[in-house]
């Protein structure tokens, strides 16, 4: 024996003798991938992937998504049969994801006079992808779909730098506008008509913990109304409320109630 095969026969045994997930049947990072990238090309058509009839799509993203949530279940007996229901009633929201997701282009359309058309939108801005991989995560874990969503919106997060966790309620006329470093946290509920700029944080200020110390899942992020506008690098964190039609300034930190219709310019409140 070399010393190369050697060494390959210790590593192996020294991996396998590591607690892990080997052998277990696990969702593919890879094949969640190709779910969204097929659900892009039935919401977006012409614009991402090649062409093909909505039928033979419809029926590609029924095979993929189908076979990722059988594994995303493998410890419910009854994973196989709802597997199955969880991915029709998926397949018969898709219109409604496409709806708001048009709403979000529309959105930025109007909000960034650097826009020239819709084409340009859907094809360059990094939130049509970010929002794309959120609305579609939201859509399955309001079903009940577990792990898919979360690796459904990390993706977007690796490739965008916007993190938006799956659980975060946004309404129509969605627009964050450059969007590096945006954070939107798992409880946080967005109205509609809301811009965000790049950096703004949605977080928690703190968390409860139970009697073993481990921190409890209860809402903790803030709560946006319809047409606000919060501007670059600004943290809002807790569960704290902004008043709809206000504005936010630039690179504050707010960790309180702002009533409705109020600017808040470092430190300063004012009527809008």
Same mark, same amino acid.
């Given at each position: 024996?070399?010393?190369?095969?050697?060494?390959?026969?210790?590593?192996?045994?020294?991996?396998?003798?590591?607690?892990?997930?080997?052998?277990?049947?696990?969702?593919?990072?890879?094949?969640?991938? !190709?779910?969204?990238?097929?659900?892009?090309?039935?919401?977006?058509?012409?614009?991402?992937?090649?062409?093909?009839?909505?039928?033979?799509?419809?029926?590609?993203?029924?095979?993929?998504?189908?076979?990722?949530?059988?594994?995303?279940?493998?410890?419910?007996?009854?994973?196989?049969?709802?597997?199955?229901?969880?991915?029709?009633?998926?397949? !018969?929201?898709?219109?409604?994801?496409?709806?708001?997701?048009?709403?979000?282009?529309?959105?930025?359309?109007?909000?960034?006079?650097?826009?020239?058309?819709?084409?340009?939108?859907?094809?360059?801005?990094?939130?049509?992808?970010?929002?794309?991989?959120?609305?579609?995560?939201?859509?399955?874990?309001?079903?009940?779909?577990?792990?898919?969503?979360?690796?459904?919106?990390?993706?977007?997060?690796?490739?965008?730098?916007?993190?938006?966790?799956?659980?975060?309620?946004?309404?129509?006329?969605?627009?964050?506008?450059?969007?590096?470093?945006?954070?939107?946290?798992?409880?946080?509920?967005?109205?509609?008509?809301?811009?965000?700029?790049?950096?703004?944080?949605?977080?928690?200020?703190?968390?409860?913990?139970?009697?073993?110390?481990?921190?409890?899942?209860?809402?903790?992020?803030?709560?946006?109304?319809?047409?606000?506008?919060?501007?670059?690098?600004?943290?809002?964190?807790?569960?704290?409320?902004?008043?709809?039609?206000?504005?936010?300034?630039?690179?504050?930190?707010?960790?309180?109630?702002?009533?409705?219709?109020?600017?808040?310019?470092?430190?300063?409140?004012?009527?809008?």
């Amino acid at each position: 024996m070399t010393q190369l095969e050697s060494s390959i026969y210790k590593s192996i045994e020294a991996l396998d003798a590591v607690d892990g997930m080997a052998g277990e049947a696990s969702v593919s990072v890879d094949k969640v991938k !190709e779910v969204v990238e097929t659900v892009k090309s039935i919401v977006f058509p012409g614009f991402f992937g090649a062409t093909s009839d909505l039928r033979t799509k419809l029926e590609l993203l029924h095979f993929l998504l189908r076979g990722q949530i059988k594994l995303a279940l493998v410890d419910d007996e009854n994973g196989y049969e709802r597997s199955e229901d969880l991915c029709c009633s998926f397949i !018969e929201g898709l219109a409604e994801i496409k709806r708001l997701l048009y709403t979000d282009v529309q959105a930025i359309q109007d909000n960034d006079p650097a826009v020239k058309n819709i084409s340009e939108v859907i094809s360059c801005y990094p939130v049509v992808q970010a929002m794309l991989h959120y609305r579609t995560a939201h859509a399955l874990l309001v079903l009940g779909v577990p792990v898919i969503p979360r690796i459904m919106t990390e993706l977007a997060h690796s490739r965008t730098g916007i993190d938006i966790h799956p659980g975060a309620r946004i309404g129509e006329y969605f627009a964050i506008d450059h969007g590096t470093g945006v954070v939107i946290g798992e409880t946080c509920i967005i109205g509609d008509h809301v811009t965000l700029y790049q950096g703004v944080t949605l977080g928690a200020k703190n968390f409860s913990y139970d009697q073993e110390g481990r921190p409890v899942n209860k809402p903790r992020h803030p709560i946006v109304e319809d047409h606000v506008t919060i501007y670059s690098n600004s943290s809002v964190l807790g569960r704290v409320t902004i008043g709809h039609h206000s504005v936010i300034g630039g690179n504050l930190w707010l960790t309180h109630d702002v009533p409705p219709c109020t600017k808040v310019l470092q430190g300063r409140e004012q009527k809008a």
